[in-house]
């Protein structure tokens, strides 16, 4: 990989190679997630785009920063300490940005904890079943996740397998769907507590990707949970998503955001530095971080 990369300049990314200086990239992911490549390799990828800023944002694991920030020091690529949380609005799922995290290691063990609580949940819910007189194992459950988060699907394939139940839907009906008596509520973090808990973390929270959410009535509530920014420039927003959505953050006095959302492409939109989201940008991220730091001193 790294051989292939040398041996073109444009490393593999042609359109973004040879930008002038004044971009920036504030939304990518590594191997420490989603990614294609270590967080070492995107911010080599970063450089040879000509960014002057990248923040890394995998989801939910800030496990790849200071391998990145080392990378960064490295090659003159500012890093934007981040983070892409998957929170709950009611029942709707909304990724929520938290970038320039300060206290990377206080963010971590927090999202740690939700982790850890998710392999409990299996624990309770095959205690559950071991009380209905099914005599499944955790371990029988880890085996079907193979080393990954731990979920109701994985109970489900280890009862098939067990020859308990014959198939997904069996499962769920008699044991682990809404209201059936193997059932555990998943822990999920709030968009209220993902926010706070960006706060608590020196963090700006910024809404990724609204897309067609990005509406005045969807946004206000978070105005007053104290969402800082929202996601204004990504590959997946429509030119009318994107003069919307920052007209929404004009009129909240919000900050805007942008970035490719890498995960590894080589072309189109989504390639590193692809949406040529402007360092300013950043300068008013930074200045927003700035007030907030002067009046917490106030
Ligand atoms: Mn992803
Ligand atoms: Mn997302
Ligand atoms: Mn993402």
Not at 151 to 162: C, D, Q, V, W
Not at 229 to 258: M, N, Q, W, Y
Request: hydrophobic share 45%; aromatic share 4%.
């Amino acid at each position: 990989m790294t051989a292939r990369l040398d041996a073109d300049p444009a490393g593999g990314n042609p359109t973004a190679a040879h930008r002038p200086p004044g971009f920036v990239d504030l939304h990518s992911h590594s191997t420490a997630s989603d990614g294609a490549l270590a967080p070492a390799e995107v911010v080599e990828t970063a450089a040879r785009a000509g960014l002057a800023a990248l923040a890394l944002t995998d989801h939910d694991t800030l496990a790849g920063v200071a391998a990145a920030r080392e990378a960064g020091e490295r090659l003159g690529v500012r890093i934007v300490a981040g983070v892409e949380l998957s929170l709950m609005d009611g029942d709707k799922e909304v990724h929520m940005l938290g970038l320039h995290i300060a206290r990377v290691d206080a963010l971590q063990a927090e999202l740690e904890a939700v982790r850890d609580s998710r392999k409990s949940r299996a624990e309770q819910i095959v205690a559950k079943l071991n009380a209905l007189g099914v005599p499944l194992t955790v371990d029988a459950v880890f085996v079907q996740a193979a080393g990954g988060a731990v979920g109701r699907p994985h109970i489900a394939r280890a009862l098939i397998a067990g020859g308990w139940v014959r198939d997904q839907r069996e499962a769920f009906d008699k044991y682990l769907g809404a209201g059936r008596p193997a059932n555990v509520e998943k822990q999920r973090i709030t968009i209220a507590d993902g926010i706070r808990l960006i706060h608590e973390c020196g963090g700006l929270a910024v809404i990724a990707h609204p897309g067609g959410d990005g509406r005045r009535e969807r946004v206000e509530p978070l105005v007053a949970l104290g969402l800082d920014g929202l996601e204004v420039k990504h590959p997946g927003h429509s030119g009318e998503d994107t003069l919307r959505i920052a007209a929404l953050a004009d009129f909240f006095g919000l900050v805007k955001s942008g970035g490719s959302d890498w995960h590894g492409a080589t072309n189109g939109p989504r390639v590193l530095g692809g949406m040529q989201v402007p360092e300013e940008w950043l300068d008013r991220q930074d200045a927003r971080l700035e007030k907030r730091r002067t009046a917490a001193v106030a």
